[in-house]
């Protein structure tokens, strides 16, 4: 079985700040794991993803993850925040035979000027 | 370009009512899903396919129906029997089952009148 914690369903910055956002998995298998955006009214976006490469993730817009198997988090960064930033992000995890994503429970990025 | 077109983006249902939503991609794309979102619930899984004429039911399959005749297409119709329909639905694809990530449509918001 497997499952996303993640930390916080509102995360507040204001612009130029360091966004952190969080994320725990569960798996019984080695983890793939991502990060998604979506902004309102629209579908989600690949962010980045992690597939057993490199621990440390770059990926659109600036974000990066890295993969710490002993803390079994998969957390998000940006080092300053833009305005344009302000979404919801969903980390996601599979694994070597999934079928499907389970998804966390969505973090709602607020930008403040 | 290639992608997944889901259709119409706005829905109103009338109570007792079946409705079907649209689903399409040319991504070529083997397998194909539909999640269901709700404020603060994340994204939950209802159907998904990975070949045509065959598919296997989510977490919360009840009240939904869909087929796969073609490759390309995935509708998700909503019966009489779904109690609370009103939600945001998306369409997803992927090349072959989870670990690539997953495709998203823009979403069909449907409500309940």
């Known amino acids: 079985a497997q499952s996303v914690t993640q930390l916080g369903s509102h995360v507040s910055v204001s612009e130029g700040a360091l966004v952190l956002l969080r994320c725990n998995y569960s798996?019984?298998?080695?983890?793939?794991l991502f990060w998604y955006v979506q902004y309102p009214n629209q579908g989600l976006q690949l962010l980045l993803k992690?597939?057993?490469?490199?621990?440390l993730v770059k990926g659109i817009n600036g974000f990066e993850a890295e993969f710490k198997k002993s803390e079994t988090s998969f957390h998000l960064t940006k080092p300053s925040a833009h305005m344009s930033d302000a979404a919801e992000y969903f980390c996601?995890?599979?694994?070597?035979?999934?079928?499907?994503?389970?998804f966390g429970k969505g973090t709602m990025l607020l930008v403040s000027p | 370009d290639g992608g997944i077109t889901q259709s119409p983006k706005y829905l109103f249902r009338k109570e007792g009512q079946n409705v079907t939503l649209s689903c399409e991609q040319n991504?070529?794309?083997?397998?194909m899903y539909w999640y269901r979102q709700d404020p603060g619930q994340g994204l939950r899984l209802i159907y998904y396919?990975?070949?045509?004429?065959?598919?296997q039911k989510g977490d919360i399959a009840e009240g939904y129906s869909v087929s796969r005749e073609k490759k390309e297409s995935f509708p998700l119709t909503v019966t009489s029997a779904q109690k609370n329909p009103t939600a945001f639905y998306l369409c997803?694809?992927?090349?072959?089952?989870?670990?690539?990530?997953?495709?998203f449509g823009s979403g069909t918001r449907l409500t309940v009148v």
């Open positions: 992690y597939t057993s490469a490199a621990t």
């Open positions: 798996s019984s298998v080695p983890p793939y």
């Open positions: 991504l070529n794309h083997d397998a």
């Open positions: 396919s990975q070949i045509v004429n065959d598919f």
């Open positions: 996601a995890v599979s694994g070597p035979g999934y079928s499907t994503l389970t």
């Open positions: 997803a694809s992927s090349i072959q089952g989870a670990n690539y990530g997953y495709t």
